[in-house]
């Protein structure tokens, strides 16, 4: 079965810091990849997405993200969080395969920055 | 733009009653939406997938007559708990993909609504 994996559950970070965040997916085929962002008291928005090319992918406010096809990985990073950018992260799989092609979640990662 | 509006965004029932959730697509047309389910500091459950005109796809554990979807037109699609009780309180979310997303497969998510059973 499909899984994504997010590694780190919690992070606590002070500003200026650089964060990366791990998801692992399993599934051998082509995917879709995305990472969501849910702002204390938001819904959920995009923050960058992959489908294929250049597999460095930038998104909003300074995230980017790599996707590492060997280590099924795409790894979320920000050179110099800010005390904003506080907020629950989700990894997402979409497998490129099927009718309704659902979004397969992993558990999310609640970042903390402290000021 | 690509907005999806929820309705309402918080609600509480008593026991025993049945409460619907209206999702909205305002600014494209959706012909597959999604309905989820998210608990306190969790990630998101998906309940079922819904495609216009036809019938609902629901997740492994989800009770279908519990959890009624209709996705009667490309913009809207309702989630109705019926006989709600306690257990039922959380937070449902709805996502909607465009008709044309082609190879994308983005979601769009609404605001979500906030369901408290007394």
């Known amino acids: 079965a499909q899984s994504v994996s997010q590694h780190n559950h919690h992070v606590i970070l002070s500003e200026a810091a650089s964060l990366e965040l791990g998801c692992n997916y399993s599934?051998?085929?082509?995917?879709?990849l995305f990472w969501y962002v849910q702002y204390p008291g938001q819904h959920l928005q995009l923050l960058l997405k992959y489908f294929s090319g250049d597999p460095l992918v930038k998104g909003i406010k300074g995230f980017e993200a790599e996707f590492i096809k060997s280590k099924f990985s795409f790894n979320l990073r920000k050179p110099s969080v800010q005390w904003s950018d506080t907020a629950e992260y989700f990894c997402?799989?979409?497998?490129?395969?099927?009718?309704?092609?659902?979004?397969?979640w992993g558990l999310g990662t609640s970042l903390a920055v402290n000021p | 733009g690509a907005v999806v509006s929820q309705h309402p965004s918080w609600v509480i029932c008593k026991s025993g009653t049945s409460v619907k959730i209206e999702c909205r697509s305002l600014d494209f047309q959706a012909t597959t939406m999604f309905w989820y389910r998210q608990f306190p500091k969790q990630s998101l459950m998906l309940m079922a997938t819904s495609n216009e005109g036809s019938k609902a796809t629901y997740e492994q554990g989800v009770e279908k007559d519990k959890f009624l979807i209709n996705h009667a037109s490309l913009t809207l699609s309702t989630l109705t708990v019926t006989s709600a009780h306690p257990e039922d309180s959380s937070f449902y979310i709805c996502?909607?993909?465009?008709?044309?997303?082609?190879?994308?497969?983005?979601?769009?998510f609404g605001p979500g609504t906030r369901l408290t059973v007394t």
């Open positions: 599934y051998g085929g082509t995917v879709n």
């Open positions: 997402a799989v979409n497998a490129n395969a099927g009718n309704n092609r659902k979004l397969i």
């Open positions: 996502s909607a993909r465009k008709r044309l997303a082609g190879i994308s497969h983005e979601q769009y």
